[in-house]
């Protein structure tokens, strides 16, 4: 079957750096997608990886390795404003997305 | 440009009743999604519309769960018979194609409570 898992939840402190990780298992891979998502709020694209490496982009920043079937979203300069749920989903060989349960990240003064 | 948007924003039904929620895509976005959101779970994909090619229906949960698209345009997922397990959030999304390097682009949602 296919499956994505992520934490359920992390904390961290406003002004720190914190790394959300992602592994997935898919049939086929087409890209690996980060969504943000604040309480009561749809979905919000941050970033797209399809190639192994970093995308940086701001303060956030995406990584893959296509072999070890993992991805990481790293925030730098946390902001009150970044506590939300972070989504990640990979497109398999249908282009389907395939959505991980979300991790839901606290912010902490 | 206009996002995605869907209507009714909220919805509450009693059990039994039958249900229409609707979807506006951003103009020229042939490719359309539904998925379903329970309260802090993750999305789960019910339907899939390319263009004029054959929906994915994979995602639907039982046959009281159907969706309709005209054209490249709207579209309406219909809940028949709901049932108090059919609460939750219900998202469409939008994207330019299927193709790999397109996010979606989502609506704001319909939150669907069933007494």
């Known amino acids: 079957g296919q499956n994505i898992d992520q934490p359920t939840e992390m904390t961290a402190t406003e002004g720190a750096i914190v790394q959300i990780n992602c592994t997935y298992q898919t049939s086929g891979f087409n890209g690996l997608f980060w969504y943000q998502q604040h309480a009561g709020e749809a979905p919000t694209f941050l970033s797209y990886n399809v190639l192994d490496g970093l995308e940086e982009k701001g303060r956030f920043s995406s990584f893959l390795s296509r072999s070890k079937g993992y991805s990481y979203l790293l925030l730098k300069e946390l902001q009150m404003k970044d506590s939300a749920s972070y989504l990640c989903a990979v497109k398999d060989s249908n282009y389907q997305l395939i959505w991980g349960a979300g991790t839901k990240l606290i912010i902490k003064p | 440009g206009a996002g995605v948007s869907q209507s009714p924003s909220n919805k509450v039904t009693e059990k039994g009743k039958d249900v229409e929620l609707r979807c506006d895509p951003i103009?020229?976005?042939?490719?359309l999604y539904w998925y379903r959101q329970r309260l802090g779970q993750g999305l789960e994909f019910l339907i899939y519309f390319q263009g004029n090619s054959a929906p994915d229906k994979s995602g639907l949960p039982s046959d009281r769960f159907s969706a309709e698209r005209t054209g490249e345009s709207v579209s309406t997922l219909t809940i028949q018979r709901t049932q108090q397990e059919d609460s939750a959030v219900y998202l469409c999304?939008?994207?330019?194609?299927?193709?790999?390097?397109?996010?979606?682009?989502f609506g704001p949602g319909t939150r669907l409570t069933v007494l």
């Open positions: 103009s020229g976005h042939t490719a």
């Open positions: 999304a939008s994207s330019p194609t299927s193709g790999d390097q397109w996010e979606q682009f």
